[in-house]
């Protein structure tokens, strides 16, 4: 297995999603990783642990998943693209330094292949419910960025997307996996590293006695400096000014904060990340995402084959949530359909979206399998009568 300096294994592959996020993760440039083993992400770090030696990187299994998500903000800010890789119950243990990453405008990926919960659940079968987690998991005001790929092709193309997003507006961002997507086995094309677009740290180009860390520009997101070359750096959790020194008073923490999710906020539209298939003058339309997606797409065609106008749309980026692309389709739609892999997450932001202006039909599911696409058929029939 030879991979090229940036460490892209090109050409047709036949692996699963594990893997082709592993590659991805690569292609985009990762060079340090840190986890500790669970199912169904364990496969990740497995190759990464192979391959990461013919590219000069570092994977490192610690004790817990509280040490992995700490050990690779380490590995940030001195100088490396970095992420960590887990499921539900090691998300959970990891939500402290989510808001720690948050504060401290780390940019890192954190995957999460998704499986049935609550505690131990269902470590080797499928589910959804960890999106309102990442969103909100951590305490306090900060914005995050959600992606769900519903293929090892897309595990593969979304994850240097993920970095790029990361680098970009330096905020934790979570790729949202599920145990069968993960686990799912088809060919994945990687290109040349040629062809790869791949968005590098913005390094500061102030001098080290002119630099503050924290100090940012039109877009809200301040530049970086690798520690041990010569800047004055001080990171801290605490609410701190443009230096990284604390300053506790509503003053600067109102100023921090509305920076802290401004630059996503103020960045939606740059954001929006959605696959349509005939949503326009659709009656009904289904909102999916993940594996998910991949049962409501045929679902879809068996309705439209019984004379349903019904359209699709696919999340790509679930946070920041699209609501003002979905209010804009639910001025001229009767009715969304929400199938997901839990009992209730994303179709509240549907509704919020919608706000009244059309039906809003969950379909929860407690996971552990996939929707019946005839399940779906059925809601969608229903949903016009």
Known sequence: MKADPRGVLTGDHFIDGDHAACEGALAAGCRFVAGYPITPSTEVVERFASRIPLVGGVFIQLEDELASSIAIQGAVWAGLKAMTVTSGPGLSLMMEHVGYAAITETPLVIVDVQRGGPSTGLPTLPAQ?????VKWGSHGDYEVI????QSPQECFDLMIQAFNLAETYRVPVFFMMDEVVGHMTERVTIPQASEIDVVQRRWTKKKPGEYRVFEAGADLVPDMAK????YRIHVTGLTHDDRGYPVMNPGTQKKLIERLVGKVRQNCDKLLDVREDGVEGADVVVVSFGI?????????????GQGVKVGHLRLVIVWPFPAEHIAALAAHTKAFVVPELNMGQIVHEVERAVAGRARVVPMPHAGGSVHEPEAIVATILEAVR
């Open 292 to 304: 998910t997606s991949r049962v409501a797409a045929a679902a879809v065609e068996e309705a439209r």
């Open 146 to 149: 959600a992606l769900s790929p």
């Open 129 to 133: 419910a960890d999106m309102m987690q």
């Open 227 to 230: 520690t041990g070359d010569g």
